[in-house]
């Protein structure tokens, strides 16, 4: 069976890539796979920050950070007929994603051209370019 590795990040760009690949996936033999990512950029270590916020507070923070992106990619895939079971990880982005892709077998990959802001993507790069860069498995963008 085809696993697609769907990484999501709250955005409507997002949410625009897991309607297209609902709608791409209707055309396949047999119905794939979609696992949802959302991965978080680690929280900044400053000075003495680890004796204010606990581990528990930051995994805490991260889980609900996840949560609260996932939660529309759920909803959508869940009343299109999808078993969801999606992750969260904290890493640099892109190569968090390529990582889990590999750790979990994914045969492919599928996300949205841009994300939350374009702030960020002016300074970080896009995403989905270094995706396309450090995938060695088929990687479809979604505009």
């Known amino acids: 069976m085809t696993k697609i590795l769907l990484p999501v990040d709250g955005s ?9 690949l609902i709608d791409i996936t209707l055309q396949f033999l047999e119905r794939p796979d979609i696992v949802p990512l959302f991965v978080h950029l680690p929280v900044p270590r400053v000075g003495g920050i680890a004796t204010v916020v606990g581990a528990s507070t930051l995994r805490d923070y991260y889980r609900k950070e996840g949560e609260a992106a996932l939660a529309p990619v759920e909803r959508l895939l869940a009343k299109a007929g999808y078993e969801v079971k999606s992750g969260i990880q904290v890493g640099q982005i892109a190569n968090t994603i390529v990582e889990y892709a590999k750790r979990n077998k994914c045969d492919m990959i599928c996300l949205g051209t841009r994300g939350m802001t374009a702030a960020a993507n002016l300074v970080m790069g896009s995403v989905a370019t270094k995706v396309l860069h450090l995938a060695d498995i088929p990687v479809i963008v979604i505009k």
Do not use: G, I, Q
């Open 12 to 20: 409507k760009h997002a949410l625009r890539a897991t309607r297209k």
